[in-house]
């Protein structure tokens, strides 16, 4: 059987990771049936004048995934339960007319996406899952008192429609934040209140990507952009990160629209764009007129010296957008984040917003603007960064008391930080299932809500583990376990490496 | 200048429309660029081997909306200011490379799109404007009671992700609630929460429209649906609408992928689809493999006979997608909607909601779950039915003591009724001109946030009123203002004519 798959030699994605997602779009789309059989990789190799090692790394990520099922005896075909959605959603189609031979007995949706893990999979003991605020430090007691004073005064505003770009109050003190904070000085109609950063994502998507559209990435990357994208059907460009964040150098010279970056704290390895290289990305980005899409997720949480303007603040041209979220310095259950936009486009992110939902819900704004204005929020943040610089001195400590002089990345800030195994222990996804077997989650990149296109320096030897929610028994614990798990293999506990 | 329209003689969309939407779309994508001249509607007309008329109707219509200007001595020419948001979002590249001459000057982004008007331009004293809930009887003291016992054990509820799909105890009441008001049975996993039905509507936009899939509508119809469906590139399709409410006779035989339709109460008309026509549309979807989204945004308000059971509850083919709103029935700034899927459309949804925006916040729901769950709800919906009920017939009342035998639609259910002009009167947009200057808002369908193809019966004879919102007095003194209105002018004020 002749797969039709076509490879792109002069792309910049590899030969593997185009067979990967061409296979899986073939799967999806119900051109290849489940239980169909999959050609031999001897075969196929040939097909592709690809290498027969390249298509066995593909048939192992497929497995992997999910959807490839192999059975001895039987051989390798497509699974009959498939880790997506879209074949669930065919239904059958009365009397088929002569002309819908395509579409006859079942009706396929066009939409082929795959959601991001946001929520960790198990309840773990000791769940070093990612992008959680402590649970006991949301100020509610705070928030039932702006509650119930903005309740008292709510008037026709429960009941109306107003602007979808957000609450006026709300957006100019966040615009009032960012000056302070982040080094951006943008006017209020810059700023769209969103239900969290995903949603401003989904804005920026809106926006720019239309089938076929050039949009690059970090490699690794944050999961729920990486599929945002490539649900709207955009094509990927990853581009590699070393220890001062995206290479910039190995950005295409043009063609693409949109490049995400999470300058603060890479997302998932840590690191921070450099200095010099935010002004080459946004030297590029103006150069070929491209947009430089800001995820700063996480830069409330600044441990070490002093936090580097962000890219937004940088740019002369109008070519960032900004997303902010409150999900890591609050909850996440509030849903609310904002997107900032250049000028140029801030009426089109508005009407963009409209469409969407009309706007976001009254209370939780007016909450959120008077939590800023009153100062509470500013100290919310001083209390919990202290927090979780404890807890990150804790983490790091009990590493090094187990591990010895483990390389880490990613401490500077945030809620989570990156350990690079070395070479002699397990791989990361071995690790991961030693420590599950203690009750401990720690992650690989590709189930620690990354996306790995493969390829990456880092993909199998780095584990990552958020220490936001956890408290210093939790997370001391945890570490011994790891410990303990590791102490019954034959591998030797540490060896001294250089820290980043 | 010969401008690049094609005609496409076959179509459903008469040639008007169809001149219309690309010349639009020239002007938005900037092929014809601001200050350009328009060729003579003779010339243009002889290119398209369309009649004169229907070049200088399509002019007119895009001088009312914005995008060309005629100046006497000069002719017309594309609009400097145009009326959406596209152009505007250019900004200057720098050095462009010799195969950059497509976008060398400005970066065009690929969105175009406008908002929907869900919100009164102006502030009026009689404001007739439509979906307006009254806005002094939200729940406040029952909502304010339920935040703070549901904050009271909100535990970690606050800062963790949960479920894209929504707060199971929601989702059950709702599904409670579909079944006893709607003759809907489902589980609650089909139900997805969302940001009002405009949200539910994208998450309908993600799953089928694509570049050029078909999707048909109501003539009139909301305009937040095509809209946003026009805002994914979806081909729309215009279906004519009488007072059985969608003719069904007339969809296409196939190739539409999604049908929109508002059956409780057509938007804007009022009318109720017939049972008949129910069945009907469930078989042409069943045979022709098309979906029916059914936006029931304002069935809650039933005032005449029992209501008819909705569609999802009479569709036993998994073809009907159901939208419902909390928008109408208790308030708008909520944000608070849903959408019920077909089974096997459950999982793609939740995938969909989960790229949009990781989900709803959660005290909303779970304020909402439990304000349904305690009967508050049914209450509720019992008290303002019976207000909106006397002023409704407050409004009936005082249209038939100005006007005599006024011809209304939509009076069965609803926050809004249309009101048909006799052809001695003024047209619509000149009775609601006429209106406005007496400070009472009432709307045109085109002003009334519908969206009208053209070539609709009722487009120039139709003003739109709602009555939800504003007291008897209001009522009595708006209505009694427009009488005083039209008696300035010569035509009398009233002939009998039959009532719907």
Redesign the interface.
Known sequence: MEIPIELDHGSRQSLQGQIFEQFRRLILGGRLKPGTPVPASRALAEQLGASRNTVLLVYDRLIAEGYLQAREAIGTYVSFDLP???L??????????P??VE?SGC?A???L????A??SARRLAFDFWLG????H??P?KT??RL??KA?AT???????????GGLPELREAIAEHLGAARGISVSPEQVII???S??GL?LVA??????G?LVATENPCYQ?AA??FE?YCAKLVPVPVNEAGLNVEQLPK?GVMLVYVTPSHQYPMGFTLSLERRLKLIDWA????AYIVEDDYDSDFRYRGSPLTALMGLDE???VMYLGTF?KS???????GYLVV?K??A??A???K???????????QAVMGEFIRSGCYANHLRRIRHLYSERRDCLVEELRRHFGDVRLSGLESGMHLAWHLPEHYPSASELQNLALRQGVGIYSLGSGAAYDYGGCDYSGRTVVLGFS?LDEYQIRAGIQRIADALAGLPASPALPVATY
Chains 1, 2 share one sequence.
Do not use: K, M
Not at 206 to 211: E, G, I, P, S
Not at 354 to 364: C, K, R, T, V
């Open positions: 997506e959605t879209c669930a959603a065919s239904r059958p189609v009365a009397t088929p007319s002309d819908q579409t009706l949706i066009p939409f996406g795959r959601a991001q946001v929520v959680r605020p402590d649970p430090s949301f509610i928030w039932r509650i119930n309740l709510a008037g026709a505003r429960l009941t109306e429609y107003r602007d979808p969103t239900a969290g995903q949603e989904n809106r926006l720019f990507v239309r089938d559209t729920g599929f945002l649900s043009d103006r150069r070929c007129g041209h109008g070519c999900s609050i909850g996440a259950g509030l849903r609310l250049p140029a486009l009426q089109a508005r009407t963009v409209a469409l969407l939902d009309n706007g976001h819900p009254w209370l939780d929610s």
